[in-house]
């Protein structure tokens, strides 16, 4: 079964500071890493896509990806109180376009 | 991204009886897919729907409970049959439109008493 591993927290920061989200995935062979932002009784929506080892920034978020450790996290830079919210992690499971989604980490940033 | 709308939003439903959600996205897509996220749980994958050919259903999802359609590049929609309170759920419907990237509808909430 493949497998993606979230801290479901609540993760807290205080406004300003960095939030650090972390994804971790079993299948060696997925090719794409998704990460999206859902707030409570909203849809899912993306917000960085990764392909690629090493980082990828847009605006205040940074995707990180290490295919060698499978790991895969988010950085959030000057954190807002908007940005509270569960934060899923996706993964397309090898030699296919499906998605694999975590069980999501909750980011409560505190004003 | 193209925008996505659902029908209904939500809906309250007895036990017994099905509901078909729409899913409706305003330019043409290749692979439109419909999700379920159970209260408190992250995104599981019903099926994924392509005009033209029945849809492939995930393990733990048949045909019979969920059936599909995908008439055309733009529409599909998802029943939920003989529902139970176990179906209470959020379904989501997505759309890849490039670089494996899904984006999702508003979905629709569904409470079955």
């Known amino acids: 079964q493949k497998e993606v591993e979230q801290n479901s927290g609540p993760l807290s920061v205080p406004e300003g500071a960095i939030a650090s989200l972390n994804c971790t995935y079993s299948d060696r062979g997925s090719q794409s890493f998704f990460w999206y932002r859902q707030y409570s009784g909203k849809s899912p929506e993306l917000i960085m896509s990764?392909?690629?080892?090493g980082d990828k920034e847009d605006g205040r978020f940074t995707a990180q990806l290490n295919k060698a450790s499978q790991y895969v996290s988010l950085l959030i830079r000057d954190s807002q109180p908007s940005d509270s919210a569960t934060y899923l992690c996706?993964?397309?499971?090898?030699?296919?376009?499906?998605?694999?989604f975590g069980t999501g980490t909750r980011l409560k940033v505190l004003a | 991204s193209a925008v996505i709308s659902q029908k209904p939003s939500r809906d309250i439903c007895q036990r017994g009886t099905s509901l078909t959600i729409q899913c409706q996205v305003d330019s043409q897509v290749t692979m439109m897919f419909w999700y379920r996220q159970q209260p408190g749980q992250s995104l599981t994958l019903i099926a994924t729907a392509n005009q033209g050919s029945e849809a492939t259903y995930e393990s733990g999802f048949v045909i019979d409970k969920f059936p599909i359609s995908r008439p055309n590049l733009t529409f599909s929609t998802l029943t939920v049959s003989n529902m139970s309170p176990e179906d209470s759920s959020i379904y989501l419907c997505s759309e890849e439109s490039r670089l494996d990237e899904q984006f999702f509808g508003p979905g629709t909430r569904l409470t079955v008493l």
């Open positions: 990764i392909y690629s080892n």
């Open positions: 996706a993964v397309t499971q090898s030699g296919t376009y499906k998605y694999i």
